[in-house]
């Protein structure tokens, strides 16, 4: 289904009422998302909240669901009356139905995000890394996707490193909260890493309990982790100048996330891992200077498998739509001409308009 564009779309505005109950409803988690959205720029930043609402309350409402409801049915009604263009009455709802008017946000996209939900209310199960990724591209590759179309969008190749970087980070979440998975019955750790460590994955299920084996297939995960990080860095200098502070941000935050929970033993069983806010004050400064030198690549890796199709939905929705890329997918001989054109053209204009100036 196709947005409903009204003629002149209402702005998004941050001091709107809406948003600022999306601000209050994610103070109270996400706390990764609010220091490095600090280094976005209010154009995004105030998308980018109205998008983290809505996830959250998605996922929240599937996980709280009790015997009876059918939240999946009831967030794709909600979806549907947010393309339509005639939200229902909930503060994140209105919040993203501006956001998909002002950005004309690929719906499949979120319909991703809700498969992701989906197999969780299913209890799926994942037996390699592959089917790790493809749970991962669902809940977070999509969000990375997101995020990297409303501050752009940029070149498919830029939108792959997003998803990326979203797997990334959903990995290490998973790496993270091993004990809490399994108290709640879920298992995201890949089985046959499980079995090729010596670990029954059922028995494990059973009594969950931290030992050499459980840390050495957590460390395997945040290498995995750690490697789409390194694959997906450089993509950060192709976003626009005003937004890579931040990307660069949450990916060091959350790297440091690994990076301490190795410290501490890689433990995740019994205990959560967090980064502290004096920690992440400094990683914040840190990604500002950073991101200065943070360069492309000739090399353009293939895109992670459970990403394509991400990026092709994002790929044909572009020619449905007509969005430009932020900046043109050229070779650098062709991004020069195009930058000569464009300043030929304006200075064009500009000499128009002198001209019929009167004397």
């Given at each position: 289904?196709?947005?409903?564009?009204?003629?002149?779309?209402?702005?998004?505005?941050?001091?709107?009422?809406?948003?600022?109950?999306?601000?209050?409803?994610?103070?109270?988690?996400?706390?990764?998302?609010f220091a490095a959205s600090r280094l976005l720029p209010p154009r995004v930043r105030t998308a980018a909240i109205a998008l983290y609402a809505f996830c959250r309350v998605a996922d929240d409402l599937v996980d709280e669901a009790v015997?009876?409801?059918?939240?999946?049915?009831?967030?794709?009604?909600?979806?549907?009356?947010?393309?339509?263009?005639?939200?229902?009455?909930?503060?994140?709802?209105?919040?993203?139905?501006?956001?998909?008017?002002?950005?004309?946000?690929?719906?499949?996209?979120?319909?991703?995000?809700?498969?992701?939900?989906?197999?969780?209310?299913?209890?799926?199960?994942?037996?390699?890394?592959?089917?790790?990724?493809?749970?991962?591209?669902?809940?977070?590759?999509?969000?990375?996707?997101?995020?990297?179309?409303?501050?752009?969008?940029?070149?498919?190749?830029?939108?792959?490193?997003?998803?990326?970087?979203?797997?990334?980070?959903?990995?290490?979440?998973?790496?993270?909260?091993?004990?809490?998975?399994?108290?709640?019955?879920?298992?995201?750790?890949?089985?046959?890493?499980?079995?090729?460590?010596?670990?029954?994955?059922?028995?494990?299920?059973?009594?969950?309990?931290?030992?050499?084996?459980?840390?050495?297939?957590?460390?395997?995960?945040?290498?995995?982790?750690?490697?789409?990080?390194?694959?997906?860095?450089?993509?950060?200098?192709?976003?626009?100048?005003?937004?890579?502070?931040?990307?660069?941000?949450?990916?060091?935050?959350?790297?440091?996330?690994?990076?301490?929970?190795?410290?501490?033993?890689?433990?995740?069983?019994?205990?959560?891992?967090?980064?502290?806010?004096?920690?992440?004050?400094?990683?914040?400064?840190?990604?500002?200077?950073?991101?200065?030198?943070?360069?492309?690549?000739?090399?353009?890796?293939?895109?992670?498998?459970?990403?394509?199709?991400?990026?092709?939905?994002?790929?044909?929705?572009?020619?449905?739509?007509?969005?430009?890329?932020?900046?043109?997918?050229?070779?650098?001989?062709?991004?020069?001409?195009?930058?000569?054109?464009?300043?030929?053209?304006?200075?064009?204009?500009?000499?128009?308009?002198?001209?019929?100036?009167?004397?």
């Amino acid at each position: 289904m196709q947005p409903l564009a009204p003629s002149s779309p209402a702005e998004l505005n941050f001091d709107s009422q809406d948003l600022q109950a999306c601000v209050a409803m994610m103070q109270g988690g996400s706390k990764t998302f609010f220091a490095a959205s600090r280094l976005l720029p209010p154009r995004v930043r105030t998308a980018a909240i109205a998008l983290y609402a809505f996830c959250r309350v998605a996922d929240d409402l599937v996980d709280e669901a009790v015997a009876g409801d059918t939240p999946l049915d009831a967030l794709q009604n909600r979806l549907d009356a947010i393309y339509a263009g005639t939200p229902q009455d909930h503060v994140e709802d209105h919040a993203l139905s501006l956001v998909v008017q002002q950005y004309k946000l690929p719906r499949h996209l979120l319909d991703a995000l809700i498969e992701g939900f989906a197999w969780d209310a299913g209890g799926r199960t994942y037996d390699s890394i592959e089917d790790v990724h493809a749970y991962a591209a669902r809940v977070a590759g999509s969000v990375g996707a997101m995020m990297s179309w409303i501050m752009g969008p940029q070149s498919m190749d830029t939108l792959a490193r997003a998803c990326e970087r979203g797997v990334a980070m959903q990995l290490t979440n998973i790496a993270r909260d091993v004990g809490h998975d399994a108290s709640i019955g879920r298992l995201y750790l890949p089985r046959r890493w499980l079995i090729e460590a010596g670990v029954n994955p059922q028995a494990w299920m059973a009594a969950p309990v931290f030992t050499p084996a459980i840390a050495q297939v957590i460390e395997r995960l945040l290498e995995e982790a750690d490697r789409l990080y390194q694959q997906a860095h450089s993509g950060i200098a192709a976003l626009p100048p005003d937004c890579r502070a931040a990307i660069c941000a949450a990916s060091m935050i959350y790297g440091e996330i690994g990076h301490q929970l190795r410290r501490e033993g890689l433990d995740s069983v019994n205990k959560r891992t967090v980064v502290s806010t004096t920690r992440k004050l400094m990683l914040l400064a840190s990604a500002w200077t950073q991101v200065h030198w943070i360069r492309l690549t000739d090399h353009h890796p293939a895109p992670l498998p459970a990403i394509t199709y991400l990026v092709q939905g994002c790929q044909d929705a572009t020619q449905q739509t007509g969005n430009k890329a932020y900046f043109p997918n050229r070779a650098m001989p062709q991004r020069v001409a195009w930058m000569l054109d464009l300043f030929e053209r304006r200075e064009n204009e500009r000499l128009d308009r002198n001209a019929m100036r009167p004397s």
